[in-house]
């Protein structure tokens, strides 16, 4: 009984969250008789039924996102493809310079969103829109920047306001300038990102290696039983100490749970042997709140953090001295 009285309150807690945050939107007579369009087109009712509510959800994300003087291509959009209606289950809005979202539908009391795998990739993120049997408005009920999963509890949704954060955060980094993670583990780098010794032949940035290196040689010789692959990227668009770069040095491994384990390290470069005192470095999750965060203090010749993901999660990584930041953002 207990167990039972349990889940139900945290049903009331997830509808009564969602209610705060939730915006109700008028379905349009237009978008009505486009989304009745797409389904005729369709072999049978389900299908037709699918994409109709699919046709409605990317609609009324492309309203929300109009009011909001956020540009969109409908029409670049896979869902107003009609190869692609019949083919997947797919219901992207197509933002302009950002990416493509995934406007899922769910009918009225229903606690839990279906995420086909196939949407899993090449999305910014996921917005959930409610629909009841009237087909006469829908609520916005929030956003989630990733998924991995076909079932999204409507609980870990965030709200309408962490998803216009969310879109200018990737507006000022486009996805394409994502650093995968995955692919560095067969051999493919992107620019920027070099060995830690083809930088010590750049005179200007030479690190007094054998110094500052003593636990990172003590973590790989720790690691030998794993496969590590190390790459290191001159940070000097926003930060320079005394005329000279930092350098943060990625360092992943993976792991027997399926998860990669990750180590940043962010060290002074030249004849500067230690870091300025306040220095930080920091890791973002994917909504962009801070999960990690490492300082310098007097006569720290580097910082470091350590920590593990999942299979293509997202996080960024922010270095920060006084008022001037610069960030990398990572897909694992």
Not at 95 to 105: A, H, K, Y
Not at 151 to 174: K, M, N, T, V
Not at 194 to 204: A, F, G, R
Not at 307 to 312: H, L
Request: one cysteine or more; aromatic letters at 8%; hydrophobic letters at 40%.
């Amino acid at each position: 009984m207990a167990a039972f009285i349990t889940i139900d309150r945290l049903m009331n807690n997830s509808t009564h969250q969602l209610d705060n945050f939730a915006l109700t939107l008028p379905i349009s007579q237009k978008a009505r008789i486009t989304a009745q369009q797409f389904a005729s087109q369709q072999p049978n009712y389900e299908k037709a039924e699918q994409v109709r509510l699919n046709t409605l959800a990317v609609w009324v994300v492309n309203d929300y996102l109009e009011m909001m003087d956020i540009p969109t291509d409908l029409q670049a959009s896979d869902s107003w493809n009609p190869v692609m209606r019949i083919c997947g289950n797919v219901a992207d809005l197509e933002v302009p310079s950002i990416g493509r979202l995934e406007c899922r539908p769910v009918r009225l009391h229903q606690q839990v969103c279906s995420i086909p795998p196939e949407t899993w990739e090449e999305r910014v993120g996921y917005l959930v829109v409610q629909f009841d049997e009237s087909l006469q408005e829908a609520r916005l009920l929030g956003f989630i920047p990733s998924v991995a999963t076909e079932i999204l509890p409507l609980a870990q949704l965030q709200p309408l306001e962490a998803f216009i954060d969310h879109l200018w955060q990737l507006r000022q980094s486009p996805v394409n300038s994502l650093v995968n993670l995955s692919q560095w583990f067969a051999g493919i780098f992107e620019t920027g990102w070099q060995t830690i010794e083809s930088l010590w032949n750049v005179p200007e940035v030479r690190l007094n290696y054998a110094f500052r290196s003593t636990e990172t040689l003590e973590l790989n010789a720790l690691n030998q039983a794993e496969p590590i692959t190390k790459r290191a990227k001159l940070i000097d668009l926003g930060i320079q100490i005394l005329n000279q770069p930092v350098m943060l040095i990625v360092e992943i491994s993976p792991q027997k749970d399926q998860q990669t384990s990750i180590h940043l390290q962010l060290h002074a470069t030249g004849n500067q042997i230690y870091l300025p005192p306040g220095v930080h470095l920091t890791v973002l999750d994917s909504s962009g709140a801070v999960f990690l965060d490492a300082e310098s203090r007097k006569l720290d010749n580097y910082i470091q953090l350590r920590f593990r993901g999942e299979a293509t999660e997202q996080f960024s990584v922010r270095i920060t001295l006084d008022n001037t930041s610069i960030t990398e953002h990572f897909r694992i």
